[in-house]
């Protein structure tokens, strides 16, 4: 009897079950959205007005931008805190541009390739002399921030063109969504799309699995390093376009802080820490959450301090509660 060749093929993923998706990550990360907006709503009569919450969407979606690649840097096994660094040095690079009398497109041209060279650097020192990535960005954190206070010391580039502010402060659909959660919005489904339908992600899962193994399966493990760190870089930049054209203001201390709520995001969103997991629904369920939460507590007047504590009890929540519930439920054969 002859056998069809579709009788052998393999699936690529166990098949799942509705309630294995009430207990996902992504059912969760809704749960405590819906319960958020629900709080946040009862504590201010301002927060679910439509233009308010579109409004709020600026706030985070520079931020955002930089957590789409972010995540698909720590899937890969890698690491990279100097991107608030490289939104300063980008930023101090486009105000330098704009001194100098060049139009909105080289000032955007400017900050991009500053961004992408600083990524590539990072993806170079990490691949070529087999350093940890969190070694290299802890030193380029460093450097690419003392780069731009040697070029601007504690000043401020505050001249840009009219068009090129208006890139940070157009909105679309009736002046309701801002171009910059557009942006994310376009480049989380690109960013999904190439996470979980094409080989480019599988070899990511793969290497940020085992990159030993992958090695030896075939893949080009360091090309993997280099671009992902060398895009982080760029999107950096992006970022850093759409935050100075919306500010009007480049300064060397822009951005602080951000690494960490970058990171703390990605890693709610269900991206191991470790390497080899994560999801972009999840990723984008918890830039919803963090986003909320924060402009509750800008509604009602909470000081900045308490939001940095909130942010870094959130992220050693992220890393330690998965850990603690895997030994949970191994221990109890669940």
């Not at 930023?91 to 961004?115: E, K, Q, R, S, Y």
């Not at 402060?169 to 969504?177: G, K, P």
């Not at 075939?218 to 950096?236: H, P, Q």
Request: aromatic content about 10%; proline content about 3%.
């Amino acid at each position: 009897m002859q056998t069809s060749k579709k009788d052998y093929m393999i699936p690529d993923r166990l098949p799942r079950q509705f309630t294995d998706r009430l207990r996902s990550r992504e059912a969760l990360l809704l749960l405590l959205l819906i319960i958020v907006v629900c709080v946040n709503s009862g504590l201010s009569p301002y927060f679910l007005d439509v233009y308010n919450l579109a409004d709020s969407t600026q706030n985070f979606s520079e931020k955002a931008i930089i957590v789409l690649s972010m995540t698909l840097v720590i899937i890969g096994r890698e690491i990279d805190i100097s991107v608030a660094s490289i939104i300063a040095l980008s930023g101090v690079m486009m105000g330098f541009a704009a001194a100098n009398g060049l139009d909105t497109w080289a000032i955007v041209a400017t900050g991009l390739a500053t961004g992408t060279l600083a990524g590539a650097v990072n993806g170079l020192l990490v691949t070529k002399l087999e350093l940890p990535s969190i070694i290299v960005t802890i030193g380029t954190m460093s450097l690419y921030r003392g780069i731009a206070f040697i070029i601007l010391g504690d000043k401020a580039y505050t001249d840009f063109p009219k068009s090129f502010e208006a890139i940070g402060q157009t909105y679309f659909f009736s002046d309701l969504v801002p171009a910059q959660f557009l942006t994310f919005i376009l480049l989380a489904a690109v960013a999904w799309y190439f996470l979980h339908h094409t080989v480019f992600g599988r070899r990511l899962y793969a290497i940020g699995n085992n990159p030993v193994t992958a090695r030896y399966s075939g893949i080009k493990v360091n090309n993997y390093r280099l671009a992902l760190l060398t895009l982080n870089g760029f999107m950096s930049a992006m970022a850093a376009v759409f935050l100075v054209s919306r500010i009007s203001t480049a300064r060397p201390n822009m951005a602080g802080s951000w690494e960490l709520e970058v990171i703390t995001i990605a890693i709610l969103g269900g991206v191991s820490i470790f390497g080899g997991s994560g999801k972009i629904p999840g990723v984008i369920l918890a830039v919803f959450l963090i986003g909320m939460v924060q402009f509750g507590m800008q509604l009602i007047n909470i000081p900045g301090i308490i939001m940095s504590i909130f942010t870094g009890v959130l992220l050693v929540a992220s890393l330690v509660l998965p850990i603690l519930f895997g030994k949970f439920f191994t221990q109890k054969g669940c």
